[in-house]
Nanobody
Framework: QVQLVESGGGLVQPGGSLRLSCGAS????????MGWYRQAPGKQRELVAR???????NYADSVKGRFAVSRDNAKRTVYLQMNSLKPEDTAVYYC???????????????WGQGTQVTVSS
């Protein structure tokens, strides 16, 4: 019923930039929190950044000042602008959204399939 599709990952040199996008589709009534998580090999998945329906944001300490999360409610899309990338940012990045499906009265969490970001020279 609901699908989240990420795009924008790839290989970038240290100090470079990437912009990730995640669009939601399906029988969506409304979307609350949207966010980005990442998982590096051998590590647990961790929060990178999130934005609520009112536009308030919070970030992991490791990305503050370098990453920026935003959303376009009309397009049902969340973005992650990543600047000054470091090798330790290498991971699979996943988006997550709290979505209320049409005809229901509650929010469920949905995940995208993930997109690989590799920071290497």
């Amino acid at each position: 019923q609901v699908q989240l599709v990420e795009s924008g990952g790839g290989l970038v040199q240290p100090g470079g930039s990437l912009r990730l996008s995640c669009g939601a589709s399906g029988r969506i009534f409304s979307i609350n929190d949207m966010g980005w998580y990442r998982q590096a090999p051998g590590k647990q998945r961790e929060l990178v950044a999130r934005i609520n329906g009112g536009g308030n944001t919070n970030y992991a300490d490791s990305v503050k000042g370098r990453f920026a999360v935003s959303r376009d409610n009309a397009k049902r899309t969340v973005y992650l602008q990543m600047n000054s990338l470091k090798p330790e940012d290498t991971a699979v990045y996943y988006c997550k959204a709290a979505i209320r499906v049409s005809g229901t009265y509650y929010y469920n969490e949905y995940w995208g399939q993930g997109t690989q970001v590799t920071v290497s020279s």
